[in-house]
Nanobody
């Protein structure tokens, strides 16, 4: 299973970005849960959002609720994280990962990881 995250960049506070994660290797995004995590140097990886398998319930970190939206394209086998009204504290490397078992918000519950994409929010 391979995951490829993309879409990061340098933006101003209040701007938007859409992260993409392509999944290949026989892992269907509509059958398994996928999560987005972020990490800054010196801190643990933090769960940002997750979409469960059918029926596709979504979960969000409290600090991103109302600003981030997790979507899924089953036909393309991709997931996305639309990030609006970005704040400097959203700066991090963002990763997508496939859920294995356990708590959706814990990185230890995930098995396969993409390489990460850098998001920098700065004026």
């Amino acid at each position: 299973v391979q995951l490829q995250a993309s879409g990061g960049g340098l933006v101003l506070p209040g701007d938007s970005l859409r992260l993409s994660c392509s999944v290949s290797g026989g892992y269907s995004v509509d059958y398994y849960a996928i999560g987005w995590f972020r990490q800054v140097p010196g801190k643990e990886r933090e769960g940002v959002s997750c979409m469960s398998s059918k029926p596709g319930n979504t979960y969000y970190l409290e600090s991103v609720k109302g600003r981030f939206t997790f979507t899924r394209d089953n036909a393309k086998n991709m997931v996305y994280l639309q990030m609006n009204n970005l704040k400097p504290e959203d700066t991090a490397v963002y990763y997508c990962a496939t859920h294995n078992s356990g708590n959706y918000g814990s990185s230890s519950s995930y098995r396969y990881w993409g390489q990460g994409t850098q998001v920098t929010v700065s004026s």
